[in-house]
């Protein structure tokens, strides 16, 4: 009889920190594997069932084509309807997780210059999509990825209080204050675990757009930016955060993220 073995287990002690756009590649995950398999299974069912019944009523074995055509193909039909919504909805969720990775693949960069970035932080029903850490402040990043319109000057007005998308209402009015709020969580989170009030600074990106500020927006707590033009905003500012206040914040929020993330 051969010696047994040891038992063994995995070398990864702490769960991994979080990549850009994780969440959303969880959801697109999530939908694959309920909403379409049900409805495209549906579908399928549908039209399997009601060519059983007119092959039975082709080979005179007392079937009932008409009743299960007309019972089956309006919830196929229905199916297909779905299927077409969830389309448009993976469609939007891939954008935003694209927007996501292609901002935190920008952020990478940051890291050269001594800034420390984390991705996908997970909150009670939200997530902070990027944070950065450095000595010169603390920062909450929400991405907007909208797409463009075919022509034209693709351009977001921001003056303080409210944001447009060529002159038109933004289609989420709430979001300065949503970054506002997240900025507010992140730092009521580091005071909880480290003791100290860190000032967050919240940040709004939108890739591949072109963002014009009114003067009334110079004085608001929130900056709206186009990714590119972050490194230079952030290095503008004076230096705010001792070293050792850095390390401690980062070690704080990646234990956080360790024990919040999904292994």
């Known amino acids: 009889m051969p010696p047994r073995q040891p038992a063994r287990r995995s070398p990864i002690t702490d769960n991994p920190l979080r990549n850009p756009g994780q969440s959303l590649d969880e959801e697109l995950s999530r939908i694959f594997d309920e909403d379409v398999n049900t409805w495209a ?9 009601v060519g059983f019944e007119w092959f039975r009523w082709f080979m005179k074995a007392n079937p009932h084509p008409l009743l299960f055509t007309a019972i089956l193909l ?4 229905f199916s297909v309807f779905k299927l077409y919504r969830i389309k448009q909805r993976i469609k939007r969720v891939r954008m935003a997780r694209d927007g996501e990775k292609a901002v935190g693949q920008f952020l990478s960069d940051l890291r050269e210059q001594g800034y420390r970035t984390y991705h996908d932080v997970i909150g009670t029903g939200f997530n902070v999509d990027h944070v950065i850490i450095s000595d010169r402040g603390i ?7 909208y797409s463009k319109p075919e022509s034209g000057r693709p351009t977001i007005i921001f003056d303080g209080e ?3 998308i060529n002159n038109t209402a933004f289609a989420q009015p709430d979001a300065i204050t949503q970054a506002q709020a997240q900025a507010k969580w992140l730092r009521s989170l580091l005071k909880e675990s480290t003791g100290k009030d ?3 600074k919240p940040v709004i990106v939108f890739p591949g757009w072109f963002i014009e500020t009114t003067p009334a927006a110079k004085s608001s707590p929130v900056w709206v930016l186009n990714p590119k033009a972050l490194p230079g905003f952030l290095n503008h500012q004076p230096k705010s955060l001792a070293q050792d206040d850095v390390r401690l914040a980062s070690y704080h929020l990646s234990r956080y993220i360790r024990s919040t993330g999904k292994p």
Do not use: D, I, N, R
Request: charged residues 10%; contains cysteine.
């Open 41 to 49: 299974s549906t579908v399928v069912l549908c039209f399997v069932w």
């Open 139 to 145: 920062y909450t990043v929400e991405t907007k990825t």
């Open 162 to 164: 409210q944001l447009k």
């Open 198 to 200: 860190f000032v967050v």
């Open 74 to 77: 309006p919830w196929a039909g």
